[in-house]
């Protein structure tokens, strides 16, 4: 079976602080793993994919997520908050044959 | 620019009238999908196309229907069996295919309320 768990549904975190949204995964293949962002009532924008290249993999506005396979997870960080990161975070992984997508992290950012 | 139109924006309509929502993509994708995103809630797979002329049900699938004429365009009915059909309406885009990295390029979105 696949699936796809984000492990916290919200965070907050304090603007300048780290920010660590969880995501574990169970696939029978080698997954592909990307995590997007949704800021209210737009779509979702891709922020970084991994896809069985480098395990470290950077995205875009500073994210970096680490795909771990013993794990089975693909954790998304940023070292320190930004305002305009407060959005809602969703970890999909492709088996070779349909997306999944986990249900969302709310982020929110403290000043 | 390249990237996906869906519109409009918002849609307002009356309980028992079908509804279609526009969704066009210049990327030259082979995949096109239709999402529905309910408040607190992921995103649910209704309809997806790996080519034209050819498309899937997904996971909830009852109370909509799709066509898939050109590879750019990939409308979406909401009819009137759909029971609960206000929601915000998501559709993507992939590239398929040997080397395709599969990434789903998604549109704005379109808020439909029925009343």
């Known amino acids: 079976a696949q699936s796809v768990t984000q492990l916290d549904s919200h965070v907050s975190v304090s603007e300048g602080t780290p920010v660590l949204l969880r995501c574990n995964y169970s696939?029978?293949?080698?997954?592909?793993l990307f995590w997007y962002v949704q800021h209210p009532n737009k779509g979702l924008q891709l922020l970084l994919k991994?896809?069985?290249?480098?395990?470290l993999v950077k995205g875009i506005n500073g994210f970096e997520a680490e795909f771990k396979k013993s794990e089975t997870s693909f954790h998304l960080t940023k070292p320190s908050a930004h305002m305009s990161d407060a959005a809602e975070y969703f970890c999909?992984?492709?088996?070779?044959?349909?997306?999944?997508f986990g249900t969302g992290t709310s982020l929110t950012v403290i000043p | 620019d390249g990237g996906i139109t869906q519109s409009p924006k918002y849609l307002f309509r009356k309980e028992g009238q079908n509804v279609t929502l526009s969704c066009e993509q210049n990327?030259?994708?082979?995949?096109m999908y239709w999402y529905r995103q309910d408040p607190g809630q992921g995103l649910r797979l209704i309809y997806y196309?790996?080519?034209?002329?050819?498309?899937q049900k997904g996971d909830i699938a009852e109370g909509y229907s799709v066509s898939r004429e050109k590879k750019e365009s990939f409308p979406l009915t909401v009819t009137s069996a759909q029971k609960n059909p206000t929601a915000f309406y998501l559709c993507?885009?992939?590239?398929?295919?040997?080397?395709?990295?599969?990434?789903?390029?998604f549109g704005p979105g379109t808020r439909l309320t029925v009343t």
């Open positions: 999909v992984v492709w088996t070779g044959n349909q997306f999944y």
């Open positions: 993507a885009s992939s590239p398929r295919g040997t080397g395709a990295t599969h990434e789903q390029y």
């Open positions: 991994y896809t069985s290249a480098a395990t």
């Open positions: 196309s790996q080519i034209v002329n050819d498309f």
């Open positions: 696939s029978s293949y080698s997954p592909s």
């Open positions: 990327l030259n994708h082979d995949a």
